[in-house]
Protein backbone atom coordinates (compact mmCIF):
# COMPACT_ATOMS: atom_id res chain seq x y z
CA UNK A 1 0.00 0.00 0.00
CA UNK A 2 1.49 3.24 -0.94
CA UNK A 3 1.71 5.29 1.89
CA UNK A 4 3.81 8.43 1.09
CA UNK A 5 2.97 10.74 -1.80
CA UNK A 6 4.87 13.42 -4.24
CA UNK A 7 2.73 14.28 -6.70
CA UNK A 8 3.96 17.97 -7.40
CA UNK A 9 2.00 19.65 -10.53
CA UNK A 10 -1.37 17.47 -8.95
CA UNK A 11 -0.80 19.19 -5.31
CA UNK A 12 1.87 22.17 -5.63
CA UNK A 13 3.14 23.67 -2.52
CA UNK A 14 6.16 24.76 -1.16
CA UNK A 15 6.67 22.77 1.31
CA UNK A 16 6.13 19.59 -0.60
CA UNK A 17 9.58 18.30 0.21
CA UNK A 18 8.80 18.90 3.97
CA UNK A 19 5.88 17.00 4.20
CA UNK A 20 6.80 13.69 1.80
CA UNK A 21 9.89 13.38 4.00
CA UNK A 22 7.05 14.06 7.64
CA UNK A 23 5.18 10.83 5.51
CA UNK A 24 8.46 8.66 5.32
CA UNK A 25 9.73 9.27 9.10
CA UNK A 26 5.97 8.08 9.83
CA UNK A 27 6.49 5.32 7.63
CA UNK A 28 9.76 3.77 9.42
CA UNK A 29 8.79 4.90 12.70
CA UNK A 30 5.87 2.21 12.45
CA UNK A 31 8.35 -0.30 10.86
CA UNK A 32 7.14 -0.21 7.90
CA UNK A 33 8.42 0.71 4.19
CA UNK A 34 7.99 3.99 2.77
CA UNK A 35 6.80 3.58 -0.62
CA UNK A 36 6.15 6.43 -2.66
CA UNK A 37 3.62 7.15 -5.10
CA UNK A 38 4.02 9.53 -8.35
CA UNK A 39 3.05 9.12 -11.17
CA UNK A 40 4.49 9.96 -14.61
CA UNK A 41 2.62 13.03 -15.56
CA UNK A 42 5.26 14.97 -12.92
CA UNK A 43 8.29 14.16 -15.33
CA UNK A 44 6.89 13.82 -18.36
CA UNK A 45 7.67 16.98 -20.73
CA UNK A 46 5.72 16.99 -24.23
CA UNK A 47 2.96 18.97 -22.91
CA UNK A 48 4.92 21.43 -20.19
CA UNK A 49 9.00 21.41 -20.29
CA UNK A 50 8.79 23.73 -17.69
CA UNK A 51 6.57 21.21 -15.47
CA UNK A 52 8.98 18.35 -15.76
CA UNK A 53 12.40 20.32 -14.97
CA UNK A 54 10.59 21.82 -12.17
CA UNK A 55 9.47 18.23 -10.95
CA UNK A 56 12.52 16.60 -11.71
CA UNK A 57 14.62 18.92 -9.50
CA UNK A 58 11.92 18.79 -6.60
CA UNK A 59 12.80 14.66 -7.14
CA UNK A 60 16.21 15.33 -7.13
CA UNK A 61 15.89 17.67 -3.47
CA UNK A 62 13.72 14.92 -2.23
CA UNK A 63 16.39 12.14 -2.96
CA UNK A 64 18.96 14.46 -1.65
CA UNK A 65 16.80 14.93 1.74
CA UNK A 66 16.29 11.38 1.90
CA UNK A 67 19.65 10.09 1.86
CA UNK A 68 21.04 13.07 3.96
CA UNK A 69 18.29 11.76 6.72
CA UNK A 70 18.65 7.96 6.08
CA UNK A 71 22.08 7.46 5.06
CA UNK A 72 21.26 3.47 4.54
CA UNK A 73 18.17 3.85 2.91
CA UNK A 74 17.68 1.38 0.38
CA UNK A 75 15.98 2.40 -3.15
CA UNK A 76 13.86 -1.01 -4.76
CA UNK A 77 11.06 -1.82 -6.52
CA UNK A 78 8.11 -2.44 -5.92
CA UNK A 79 8.73 -6.44 -6.96
CA UNK A 80 11.44 -6.08 -4.95
CA UNK A 81 9.80 -4.76 -2.01
CA UNK A 82 7.67 -8.30 -2.61
CA UNK A 83 10.40 -10.63 -2.61
CA UNK A 84 11.90 -9.11 0.41
CA UNK A 85 8.43 -9.52 2.15
CA UNK A 86 7.66 -12.64 0.97
CA UNK A 87 11.49 -14.17 2.36
CA UNK A 88 10.58 -12.71 5.92
CA UNK A 89 7.25 -15.03 6.06
Given at each position: ??????????????????K????????F????????????????????K?????N?????????????Q????????????????????
Open positions: MRNVFFEPTLYPSDDLIKTIWRIEEAKLNKPAIICSHRLNFVGNMCDNRDRLALLSELLKAISEWPDVEYMSTMELGKVMADEL
